[in-house]
């Protein structure tokens, strides 16, 4: 349905409000939404990846490159602004893939197929990948390069994996992997073990979460510590950034020109999520010593002291969701609360069972403005909640009424008459007007919009032809 036809109030709907509907193919263990909103990446218990159409609710293809449940999913999404052509040389796809069985998995969308581009076993657990840079398509060799990830491990702290052209001869996966700096190693010990990661500052900083409270700001070039910050006295579980966009020499920046303001939120231990007002770190730049810690909201239930598995802002930050944890009935819901004031908007009911995942698309994901998808711990359900709203016309003319049955209506002869006697073009009013004083007013059909109804910027959605034979 086309978005000029909904509602004005259903187009800016921020949050969705209804479960619409579930998907039960096999345990899901982890869920992503494609930024594109058209496809919904599932992991499973027994190790296999499924990605599924969210318009025929169907698989459409089935990755098998684990052997263990699957513990984190992350798609890679890259379009090429600069180039107008419509081909598949500028737009990068892929979906980055851990597994309890230590191993980590790249897979990018050559001719609508998922292929396997890079995997490595590590000597331990993953707890947390996150993509730093995307990188590119080589338009002659067709070769996936420059991409870059960091990888947050149980042994060790965290790595990163970068394209190497040696790797690809030798497949050696050793290569491509960089540690940080030795004399880092005794700070990360004293401040507890490396739990989680997020990169922000357009991939050239990432912030880690130890067991022990603290946050770490890590230079991605030089592979080194550069600030450290006690934010609790528990694990924190989970990072999450939205930042606001910057232009320079008319390209965007860092994050999406729609969010207002740049912001963190930290899911810990203790039952608190914290979030941090971090527009400084942009405005300083590089003066990492100035960067402050200014708590902006303090997200908590006080009366039954719950637990919350994941949290996620909404793309224009002004929203974040929290699964819950444990707790009797309130471990079926997702919270959603918003971020300027920190109220709780809505709470979103309708499982049956605790909700580990949680993530939150804005697309047009199976007709909807923005839904929230999370999964079932028991079952492995997956659950989406959207906003539903019936069509109305009346949105294309601000004078246009609605009326519940038909009513009969005699026209006048000329009343619809665009031509008058003497040939002239007629305007609204019926007054005739002269040919060559009129500019005739040409509308462009052709041309892509910037934006959509809503502000979003297009993304040209990716296809994947089904194949089942994995």
Not at 52 to 57: A, K, L, M, R
Not at 270 to 292: A, F, H, P, T, V
Not at 338 to 363: F, K, P, Y
Not at 396 to 419: C, G, K, S, T, W
Request: hydrophobic content about 35%; charged content about 25%.
């Amino acid at each position: 349905m086309n978005l000029s036809l909904h509602d004005p109030q259903f187009i800016t709907a921020d949050f969705p409000t209804t479960l619409n509907m579930t998907l039960s193919y096999g345990h899901c263990t982890s869920l992503q939404i494609s930024p594109c909103g058209h496809y919904i990446a599932s992991g499973l218990l027994n190790g296999a990846v499924l990605i599924i159409d969210t318009w025929s609710n169907n698989v459409t293809s089935i990755l098998q490159n684990h052997s263990m449940p699957i513990v984190g999913l992350k798609w890679i999404y890259y379009e090429d602004q600069t180039n107008d052509q419509f081909d598949d040389d500028n737009i990068v796809v892929g979906l980055v893939s851990w597994s309890r069985d230590w191993k980590v998995c790249l897979n990018g969308l050559k001719k609508h197929t998922m292929k396997l581009e890079w995997e490595c076993t590590f000597p331990g657990g993953i707890w947390n990948v996150d993509i730093i840079n995307t990188g590119r398509i080589n338009p002659i060799s067709k070769v996936w390069q420059d991409w870059k990830l960091i990888i947050c491990k149980v042994e060790g702290g965290i790595c990163f994996v970068k394209y190497n052209k040696e790797y690809l001869e030798n497949q050696d996966s050793n290569k491509c992997i960089i540690p940080l700096n030795d004399n880092d190693r005794e700070i990360e010990g004293d401040e507890g073990y490396t739990l989680c990661c997020c990169n922000f500052f357009g991939g050239r900083y990432v912030i880690t979460g130890t067991s022990k409270g603290w946050l770490q700001i890590i230079d991605v070039i030089q592979c080194k510590i550069l600030k450290c910050f006690k934010a609790c006295n528990g694990n924190i579980k989970g990072i999450c950034i939205v930042e606001r966009g910057f232009y320079e020499e008319n390209e965007l920046k860092f994050g999406s020109h729609i969010v207002p303001i740049s912001r963190m939120i930290v899911n810990s231990s203790d039952r608190i999520l914290r979030q941090y007002d971090i527009s400084n770190w942009y405005e300083l730049g590089d003066n990492i010593e100035d960067w402050k810690f200014d708590i902006e909201q303090k997200y908590q239930d006080v009366v039954n002291r719950i637990q919350w598995n994941t949290v996620k802002f909404s793309p224009t930050g002004e929203y974040v969701c929290a699964s819950t944890q444990s707790g009797g009935g309130a471990a079926h819901d997702v919270y959603v609360w918003e971020t300027s004031m920190g109220s709780l908007v809505q709470i979103l009911e309708g499982a049956h069972e605790e909700l580990i995942d949680v993530d939150w698309g804005m697309r047009s994901s199976n007709g909807n403005v923005c839904c929230i998808s999370a999964n079932g711990m028991d079952s492995g359900t997956i659950y989406m909640w959207g906003v539903r709203a019936p069509q109305k016309w009346s949105a294309l003319a601000p004078d246009f009424e609605e009326i519940e049955q038909n009513i009969e209506y005699i026209e006048n002869e000329d009343e619809f008459d665009m031509v008058g006697a003497g040939g002239n073009i007629l305007n609204e009013d019926g007054i005739e007007i002269d040919k060559t004083f009129e500019k005739i007013k040409i509308v462009d059909v052709v041309s892509r919009e910037d934006t959509d109804a809503r502000g979003f910027r297009f993304i040209r959605g990716c296809i994947i032809d089904t194949n089942l034979d994995n």
